[in-house]
């Protein structure tokens, strides 16, 4: 286990298992600090407000689903997270 | 068992419906002053809707398919098949709440208010059929506060059931403040799980409600209403209307269709400016729901499955006919800005990306909106779409892009530097506005 490797919430019904994973955002408790869209460039562009906008595509293994890592465990909202499906 | 295909034209005169032919008249901003339908006490619902859904031998077995079997879907607007939210939340566990929600939260709407004060034990048979079905412990009915006729119009149907000695479980009515995402599903869970009234973001849609919390099942009042009528009348009884709300100048009416009558014919019938002219457009579905040029929408009949081909929803109801002489981009920016003001301010794209949105209508409809705000416009419009913790953004975002389409010509009036003059304004009716 890698340091601030971060907690993931399984989905239990919605979308079927597919084995991908997801980034995803709570936007209710986001505060649009900004640090995930430095982290994760790739995957996070921020909206006119600064807000994240974030790629609703399967994450690939290897450097995306590093950049997604770091991003969730970086957000000090506790916004963002990785779903299993 | 299926009513779709073949099924007989129902000619108004003939449906039994929920209504049947009587028509409601409600004031525009209030549906608290209701008129012409006259009110089922518990003798005049048993004698038109049979007995209680508790003592109904094998309904609690037929009542999923049979929900599945006509089509029932979601009237708050969301049109989600009813079959398979109920099923759904029996297979994630009994013991929790089902919730009818009649916080009509559209500010055009007056269906849910309608029902609840002429025939709140339909509603309840719908409520009780529910919690059979889902295996859940209670009913919750969820009113705004202030809605005092409707309120009380609840309380004595459950008063004189407790009298009758009907085998209800245990059912109470829960007030919510009067904001338009009270109504919000999400919203009601939060509160019933002792939050804040206010819409929450849900990771997986199925389950709503949060890890730990027993299960919930809220449905519209409307939608309620329908599965008590399939419970007592059976899949093959059924008849498939939609209960909508006509907002005319000086009062709304609801009225009951069957499938098959036209959004012309409805209009036709009982829109009050008609003598004058037909409208240019209508609103349809709801405040987040879409603008139709009158020659689009006119031959369109009022079942979903039609209207969806044509990629529109009649959402919760509601038929808002715009008359020639206003200018359409003027009644969307009016309704944009209102939208921008009822949000829960939670999410940014919704808090700042709505009122920047409203910011650039204002100058649209001034005549000075410059051709880098026009693209700016498009693109805040691009950015906010699907970024809400609810729909809510997405359907003010949903209408105004309608409206900028259909009213294309008022808006090119309105960039060049001028306006267009409309003598009429305020059509469709806003809470706190009067009339």
Redesign the interface.
Known sequence: MSRGKPKV?E????PAPDGTTHL?I???????VGICSHLAPDLITL?????P?LDTHAVPRGRALRQAEAAVAACPKKAL?L?HL | MSVDAGAPEIAPSQMRGILGAEVAIVSRDDTELLTGVRRHDLVTHRSEFGAHPGTVVGLTARLLDDLGAVALTGRGGGHFPAAVKWR?VAA?GTGGAVVVNGAEGEPGSAKDATLLQTRPHLVLDGLVAAINAVQAVEGVVWLHEGAEATTGSVTLAIRERVAAGEPDPPIRVVLAPSRYLSGEATSIIRTLEGGPT????V?????PWSDGYPTVLVNNTETMARAAVVAARGAENYEPTSLLTVISRGYRRVVEVPHTVTIGQVVAEHWADMPHGAPSAVLLGGYGGSWVSWSDIASLPVDIGALRSAGLSIGAGLIGPLPSQACGIEEASRLVRYLADQS?R?????V??LA?VAELCDDLTAGKLSPSGRKKLD??MA?ISG???CRHPDGAIRMLTSALQVFADDVSVHRKGRTCGARVYGIMPLPGEGT
């Open positions: 919430r989905a239990r019904e919605g995803r709570d936007p209710s408790i986001c505060d649009g909206d006119s407000w600064g807000y906008i997270f779903q | 759904s994630a206010l819409p929450r973001f990771a997986n849609p199925a389950q829960a939670q999410c940014g794209p919704c700042f990306g920047a693109q805040f950015e970024r809400g913790a």
